[in-house]
């Protein structure tokens, strides 16, 4: 490896793919009318063992994994893997991995998974490296038991650390959506945090983060006030135009503000947020949305019923400038941060705080302090 080559390290469950991929492995092992035989047997298994979530894996590889011969198991994996592939991963993860294997990149798999079907799955995206959990086996089947450490957590982080001691690359960079990766994220140049709702863009950005925070505040701004002058125009055709009734007149308007609101933020004010369950982000958008307007509403009911400040100067206070700077500071946020998200974020890899940091570029460089 050139000493000015990139180390790549993906862990593989909800970084790579979409959700966890060990128990629908195990699933296609076990006919449909023995599998709750098997799972009554790990949960009588993890009670024993503390209720631990070592516990629950333990259990499950023993209960799924023992006495099957290898080579079965093996094709299995495959075919499992390659479903992974064509199914299960994250576009925006796949289509990020290339632009590294493109740069000429060394590409690793990290996962606390089996590597029956990691180190597969390694295989047919091109990655050079494969860390994984590998189980034990005797005769030409498998006990069910690991035949080292969970690659998870510390362990993991020490078998990074092991392959950036041997390599040594001039840079490193490790994408993780899992809080227990923090030791590994700690040994990274660019830790990458990996967010079910955050998209991760290709290439990645490299616009300074309080220009590119401007940038968003701007366009939520034009998008608030598109909303607005939308709302007052169709509350007015209705009300004076159509003669409808002023409650029915004010709805169909707030109807029409959140659609714009809705439309204007997903493809003007965060135009590379991940675009996937649909539903849910429109649920949770209508939700945050209530929420802003009931801290309105407690606003006005505070500075009005609490305080006794009664005057229409002090309601309008109250509502439409309290209320209407705290809903707006709610609204963006929460946005951004369950809606909208667009980009992954950095972390800082603080085991006592994991906390994450906002710029979009190297952490440090190798060799500094």
Partial sequence: MRATQRLVVWDVDRTLT????????????????????????????????????AALKDALLRRFLAGRRSTDVEASAARYAQIVLERGCRP??????????GRGDVLVLASASPGLYVRVLGELLGAQHVLATELAGAAGRLTGERSGPNCRGHDKAARIAD??????????????????????????????RVRRYRRLTTPPPTLPPTGRRSSELVRFALTGVAAYLADVAVFNLALLVLRMDPLAAKALSSVVAITVAYLGSRYYTWPDALRRNTAGAVARFVAISVAAALVQVACLWLSHHVLGLTSALADNL??????????????????RRFVFAPEESLATADPAHDRRIVAHGPRRSRGEP
């Avoid at 699933?27 to 631990?52: I, S």
């Avoid at 840079?171 to 590994?184: A, F, H, K």
């Avoid at 109250?318 to 946005?335: C, I, K, P, Q, S």
């Fill in 163 to 192: 392959l950036v001691a041997r390599l040594g690359p001039g840079e490193v960079w490790v994408y993780t959506d899992s809080r227990s990766d923090v030791p590994s994220l700690a040994l990274a140049d660019v830790p990458v």
């Fill in 318 to 335: 109250a509502a439409n400038v309290v209320g209407m700077a705290l809903a707006t500071a709610l609204r963006f946020w929460a946005f």
């Fill in 92 to 101: 925006d993860s796949l289509e990020r991995w290339a632009w590294h294997r």
């Fill in 18 to 53: 979409r959700s966890d991929t060990l128990v629908p492995f195990l699933r296609t092992l076990v006919r449909r009318r023995d599998l709750p035989a098997v799972l009554l047997r790990v949960a009588v298994d993890v009670v024993r063992g503390g209720g631990r979530r």
